[in-house]
């Protein structure tokens, strides 16, 4: 990414997490995102993602949450997960560190998840969700549905950047769940990205636009 990166570990009920922050010269707005289930920073869209929303204007913070740097091989069920998420939201929006402008949150996979379940919690602006797992591979009636709403029940904004061919969940099996098709975006993979994903970048920037 372009801009300054810095490495900070931050306190949760869990232990530290661990905050990766780009900020360019001039803030437009702030998005904090996490990884999935793996628990790995490495998914194929978001170095391409910051690097281009760091040349727009963007501060990005990619999140390695507090129970991967505790060494658990899983996430924790959300009553323990969801707790130790928002102290890292709002160490990014306190004190003289503090980042101006709208606050997105997302992640890939879990990590939308979590973003959906503590948006509102959390004072979010929008929420971004890269491969929203709708249900378990082949298990459609296991339905997460409600979860991925909950920011719109709270009047945030919300968009899904979803591959054509996720097992998790379609495109089309997500956009059956909201109020607006507009609201999905589809791109090339799965429930992984290519390598260097344009139409995942140009949706999220699309979507981050519009909240400015």
Known sequence: MTGRTTRTEVE????????????????RGVLVLTHGAGGSLRAPEFAPL???????????????????????????????????????????????????????????????????????????DGVLCLSFPLHPPGRPEVSRAEELRTPLAHGIPLHVVQGRTDPFGTPAEVRAELPDPGLVSEATGGHAFPRNPADVVEAARGFLSGLV
């Open 12 to 27: 949760t009920p869990m232990g530290p997490a661990r905050v990766h922050l780009t900020r360019p010269g001039e803030v």
């Open 50 to 124: 910051g690097e281009r929303l760091v040349a727009d204007g963007w501060a990005v913070a990619l999140v390695e949450q507090a129970w991967v740097l505790a060494g658990r091989k899983m996430p924790p069920q959300a009553p323990t997960q969801d707790p130790a998420w928002l102290p890292v939201v709002e160490w990014l929006r306190s004190g003289r560190r503090r980042l101006g402008g709208p606050l997105v949150v997302g992640g890939k996979s879990n990590g939308a998840r979590v973003a959906c379940r503590t948006a509102h919690v959390s004072g979010a």
